[in-house]
């Protein structure tokens, strides 16, 4: 089916994780943008099911659970070349960049491992960097990786993927998992707002049509 959206300036939808320690290593610009996204919101309803829930009311305990889902396409051969590169023009750190969405930075697994050594009681495990899905200036939301799957179709005499179809699973993160003096708090809280704004206009839209239906 062919696009109805004009791809002269095609803006690219990205993953970007907030990483003080590392900020370059956790930037992935999709080389284009998935065909397809699925969306699945589930409303959060008070503990105990309907049974908790008043007659004629409904009760929303907050933002509803929402998971996208989407495939990501590489292709070596349509990148620019990066002259010196150690993987000769490879998919790999692209995917190995989706990849560290979910691994705890290295230096801060040795610096517990020390902590540890050093006869420290409690050692906190490494805390994920705020994660961020921007699918266009009105859909910037925090998101956490669920699950990620990798298919390589092709690779180099050094074994390095020419072409990969990465599928990945993201649940978006709401006020209720940060507290206030987390960005991911506003982040979410913005996101919000924008789809809020969205649906009024939505709605003064069909009331327009509506009432110059009736006049017809």
């Known amino acids: 089916m062919t696009s109805p959206v004009n791809n002269a300036r095609l803006t690219k939808g990205a993953i970007v994780a907030l990483d003080p320690f590392n900020p370059l290593a956790s930037v992935v ?5 998935p065909a397809e996204l699925t969306r699945s919101l589930t409303p ?18 907050g933002p509803p659970t929402e998971k996208i889902s989407l495939k990501v396409t590489i292709n070596a051969e349509e ?6 590169t150690v993987t ?21 697994v040795i610096k517990n491992a020390v902590l540890a050594a ?15 899905f921007i699918w266009g200036l009105r859909r910037v939301m925090p998101v956490t990786v669920e699950s990620y799957s990798v298919t390589e179709q092709y690779h180099d005499n050094n074994l390095n993927p020419l ?8 649940r978006v993160l709401t006020y209720q998992n940060f507290t206030r003096r987390q960005a991911g708090y506003y982040t979410f809280l913005s996101y919000q707002i924008v789809k809020e704004a969205m649906a009024m206009v939505a709605s003064v839209s069909n009331i327009a049509a509506t009432g110059a239906a009736i006049l017809k």
């Open 29 to 33: 610009i999709f080389q284009y943008n």
């Open 44 to 61: 959060a309803a008070p503990p105990g099911g309907a049974a908790a829930v008043p007659v004629g009311a409904q009760r929303l305990t």
């Open 79 to 84: 990148q620019m070349p990066v002259a010196g």
């Open 88 to 108: 000769g023009g490879s998919v790999y750190p692209q995917l190995a960049a989706l990849e560290m969405l979910m691994y705890p930075k290295s230096l801060l």
């Open 118 to 132: 050093m006869g420290t009681m409690e050692v906190q495990p490494p805390e994920a960097p705020l994660t961020l």
């Open 163 to 170: 072409i990969a179809e990465a599928d990945l699973q993201l």
